[in-house]
T-cell receptor, first 112, second 112 residues
């Protein structure tokens, strides 16, 4: 059983819509990452957070440590946002921040 | 500043052969981590190198190995290739062991 659960698995939206992708994990973490992967395969790190909220452009990431839950929001979505969004966590007991456990990803398609 | 560079981008090998993949981190980054991505298992942590020492290893057989050089460049090696080793291999670098990760575009390995 994957210890990092993402929902939804697939999401189709119209350009301009507000999008939310959710991530839940099972035990204490030192950090949570939101990653973006385009069809070519390369991964871009969007956010790394351990508490609160971060914003970058149209992207917002929040995390609730008590509820073990994080959300990635995209405001005013655009077709170029179409990609797979992956949540990954570094558990507290790990001795490295790069030893990540990954969610299965959310395939986002934004139609014009 | 150049990003993380992985070579080669594509590789085709035959079962039983061995392969070496290369990763050049962002200048100044001392931590390099490797990940495997397959359709069945998703993204999984392989290992992490910091200051030329392997600091962490994921649940992979001993056929998977790696090293890091004094300039922080890293190589990973897979011996006695199996069909199941076909995957996208991604490397990421970080300034510290717990810092934000910067991913390369990956090496796509096909084993026939």
């Amino acid at each position: 059983k994957n210890e990092v659960e993402q929902s939804p698995q697939n999401l189709t939206a119209q350009e301009g819509e507000f999008i939310t992708i959710n991530c839940s994990y099972s035990v204490g973490i030192s950090a949570l990452h939101w990653l973006q992967q385009h069809p070519g395969g390369g991964i871009v790190s969007l956010f790394m957070l351990s508490s609160g909220k971060k914003k970058h452009g149209r992207l917002i990431a929040t995390i609730n440590i008590q509820e073990k839950h994080s959300s990635l929001h995209i405001t005013a979505s655009h077709p170029r946002d179409s990609a797979v969004y992956i949540c990954a966590v570094a558990y507290s007991e790990e001795t490295s921040g790069s030893r990540l456990t990954f969610g299965e990803g959310t395939q986002l398609t934004v139609n014009p | 500043k150049a990003g993380v560079t992985q070579t080669p981008r594509y590789l085709i090998k035959t079962r039983g052969q061995q392969v070496t993949l290369s990763c050049s981190p962002i200048s100044g980054h001392r931590s390099v981590s490797w990940y495997q991505q397959t359709p069945g298992q998703g993204l999984q942590f392989l290992f992490e190198y910091f200051s030329e020492t392997q600091r962490n290893k994921g649940n992979f057989p001993g056929r998977f190995s790696g090293r890091q050089f004094s300039n922080s460049r890293s190589e990973m090696n897979v011996s006695t290739l199996e069909l199941g080793d076909s995957a996208l291999y991604l490397c990421a670098s970080s300034l510290t062991r717990f810092g934000p990760l910067h991913f390369g575009n990956g090496t796509r390995l096909t084993v026939t």
